[in-house]
């Protein structure tokens, strides 16, 4: 029984003989536990350890993932920007009337003639 | 300790309080959990008398202390595990008491509880204190006459005397007052004595 009891007087002295015992025995009381008691409890006790780490190392991924997402989103955009000005550019290319290049090389022909 | 029969007892609750500050700096999470895993089971198992169920406790508060206490002190550890476990002991009395009202059964016995059962028990204090420590001394009789404490008293009883806390700590795990952790301890010493009188 703790010191801090007797200082405090929660027990009298017969009391405490009482409770040294009764501590003891229970102390007996655990070491008796069955085999297959304690093969369970360490069995919990490796679960709550592993699903604690699994747990772990998934949060981890998704602050690594988010991290990555965060950091390659400008790049992304910035890329898309560029992709869609020279689209555009190509498009602006596209967009130069047939005709006038019919008429641009049928003038050019008749030139070469002469 | 010397008794005044002039034997010698080996004081098991301090001295564990002891190893455990002494050591517990160089434990690890699963050394500290194997070490307290049986008197938790233990501890459970006296509160629910289900051996399921105390299991069902015991893994609910390794595995709160693992997510969320990985990273205190070590020191710390044995304190908060007292705390999960016995705030997870009080839920499952809580549970037990609202399932025994929705199918209209007697509830647990409890310390808040009106009936004070000092006033009912007879005090038996000049009874034989050798049977009385004989009986003591046996783990079934022990067992059935703590499994039959109102859980605060249990409590008290197993915080303070079997564990070894203070009465400050004592008082943090059960969620009460300093005061009325002495009152439990007291009760429970003289329910104890009258119970194994009685056997």
Redesign the interface.
Known sequence: ?????ER?H??SA??R??????????????D??DAD??A???A??H???S??RT?RAIAVFAIAASLVAVISLPWFAHRHAMTTVAASEDMAYLNVDPQMLEDMDMLQAIGERE | ?A??DGRF??????A??IRMTATITSLT??AF??AA???A??MALVATRR?ADA?DI??DA??QL??HY?ARPHSEWPLLFQRILQRRITDWHRQQTQQRRWFWQAPIADDEMDDDPIAQIEDS?DGN?VA??ER????ET??EVLAQLPLRQQQA?ML???E?L??ADTASAMQCGEGSV?TH??RA?HT??AA?LAE
């Open positions: 029984m703790s010191d801090d009891i405090q929660e027990i017969r009391d003989e009482l409770a040294q015992r009764l501590t003891h025995t229970l102390d007996r009381s655990v008796t536990l008691t304690r369970r409890l360490a919990l006790r679960a709550a350890l699903r604690s747990q | 300790m008794t005044a007892y080996t004081p098991c609750i301090s564990h309080a999470l699963d959990l194997a895993e049986g008197r089971y233990r051996s299991l015991v893994q390794m595995l693992v997510q990985r204090r204190p009385l420590l003591a001394g046996d783990i022990v067992l009883f303070r005397v079997w070894g203070d009465v002495k301890l007291f010493l104890l004595r194994l």
